[in-house]
């Protein structure tokens, strides 16, 4: 399998971790979206969004959306819960990631550490909804150690990518003690080097 | 089953949809955003993302998110392709809608319809956006009559919902004939009311 990746990508990070905690081997072909290399002609005839990562499965096929890729290559092990309504609410936890989560944590990180903009000069909304996403994982975090049951899941995967660095973005995670501690035992569980 | 649901809300639609689709019965308990209904104390205790749909099961346990609630629902149905590939697929296309379609897509609609906004107001990032999102369904459905394999699936459920609205919020769906296509195949396959 391939895995266009850009390194600094959390999206593209969670399908690293994934593949390694699973123990299934892979390529990684380093693809910087600041140098355009996911909008090359060539890496838009497979992956038409334009967007990493995207994977070439063994078969030749290809499969774009990190929280995709990941539910393919993890399913039927534990990283899914075995439970339906368990499996509902990993699934629950990485849409709001994708759309509640992401567009403000991760883009706030982005902007500051990659694009040099001072934290005062983000978009109120990127500031403010990134807030409101940190404590609601942090209220949801009370008393637990993951986010669904009691084990490890993709939720956990696809939700530490970029709350680990939010503070690149400006957020203080010693504000977010339950966030704290959770980003250390996932980190510890998928054995991400910190 | 309880479904909290605002019925001008794509995101919604889907829930009922599905539901009305697999004949699965359902008590609809209109909760309107812009009454801020979704963000009671009441109903934040229940949904703490404080979004709609959010659906209350046959058990009294509660889930949100329309495509983690969707993918619940259908589980084992035709909705969801037995085939590994087309599956990831599905989900794919199910996380694009709600990173790079719905936030465009929905918003434009939204802002226009029911915020009173001139499309000429819009912020030109959603337009664009929206735009493209657009152009890459069209260039997928291409010959296709549903988004993956040969048959309906929640992808065409998910994608359906705001893209048969977008006119709303000042796209031309005669601009995509492969779309305006699809849309109707899949109103008519899920026997919404046009």
Known sequence: MRIYGDSISGNCLKVKWTCDYLGRPYEWIETQVMQAQSRTPEYLATFPAGQVPGVVLDDGRPLAQSNAIILHLAEGSDLIPADAYERARMLEWMF????????????????????????????????????????????????????VGDRLSLADVALVAYTREAEDGGFRLADYPNVQAWIGGVEHALKIPT
């Not at 759309?99 to 991760?106: D, I, T």
């Not at 040099?116 to 150690?145: F, T, Y």
């Open 96 to 147: 709001w990631e994708q759309y509640s989560h992401e567009p403000y944590v991760a883009v706030a990180r982005f902007q500051v550490r990659f694009l040099g903009k001072a934290v005062a000069e983000l978009e109120p909304k990127v500031i403010e909804r990134g807030l409101s996403a940190l404590k609601r994982l942090d209220e949801a975090l009370e008393g637990r150690k993951y986010l």
